[in-house]
């Protein structure tokens, strides 16, 4: 499923925790894609990482730069607030036909940075990036599921697994919502839902609606 839907989009979104935490390849791996039977690099998703303070320590074996060189990912696409990127990681990413971005995203009070996803993924589109997946962490999740933004998503996808990762775990949720009394009301909903079985785990497909 996750590579089937990587094919059917134009760019695959993460943050840079992902991208610290994983060293993700970000390409897709399904039969008939670029570098997987396909022709040249169709199919493979651009690999976009908001990375505003360029925390992300990347290098020629990472393993992004790794499918590059085999033929079967793109070059990544670094969203930062740095104005100028080391000289070292500007040519090691442009050496393999990828970029950073540079665009204002300001800190809140507790130092967590606020994404405009409005003017992002309008940059994204002046790049030709006509759709993106946002597969996570859950930082840039939640920041999409704010209210101002939702209308930004066309739908959500949810893989549920019999697991259970235990208490403190990572949240994955629109902020609450409070009635005109001060009770807790729904956050969003999903409309159109449907429902898929594959072996024990079950996904979820929706339209979000507040």
């Known amino acids: 499923m996750t590579h089937y839907l990587r094919s059917r989009h134009d760019g695959i979104l993460i943050g840079v925790g992902t991208a610290v935490a994983d060293d993700p390849g ?18 493979q998703p651009r690999p976009v990482v908001i990375d505003p303070s360029l925390k992300w320590n990347f290098s020629a074996d990472s393993k992004l730069f790794q499918m590059c060189r085999e033929g079967r990912g793109r070059a990544p696409w ?26 204002d995203i300001p800190s809140s009070d507790s130092g967590s940075h606020c994404m405009d996803w ?24 939640n920041s999409l599921l704010q209210p101002p933004y939702m209308a930004l998503i066309d739908r959500v996808i949810l893989t549920i697994a019999p697991t259970w990762l235990g208490q403190g775990g990572v949240v994955v949720s629109p902020a609450r919502r409070l009635d005109d009394d001060g009770k807790p009301m729904s956050a969003a909903r999903l409309k159109n839902v449907q429902w898929h079985p594959f072996g024990e785990d079950v996904v979820l497909c929706g339209e979000v609606t507040i």
């Open 26 to 43: 970000l390409n897709c791996r399904i039969a008939g894609v670029g570098g997987y039977g396909g022709e040249g690099l169709n199919g």
């Open 78 to 103: 670094i969203v930062t607030t740095a104005k100028e990127a080391p000289a070292e990681k500007d040519a090691l990413i442009k050496a393999y036909g990828g970029q950073f971005i540079t665009m």
């Open 118 to 141: 409005c003017q992002l993924l309008r940059i994204l589109r002046m790049n030709g990036l006509r759709s993106v997946m946002i597969e996570g962490g859950a930082q840039i999740i």
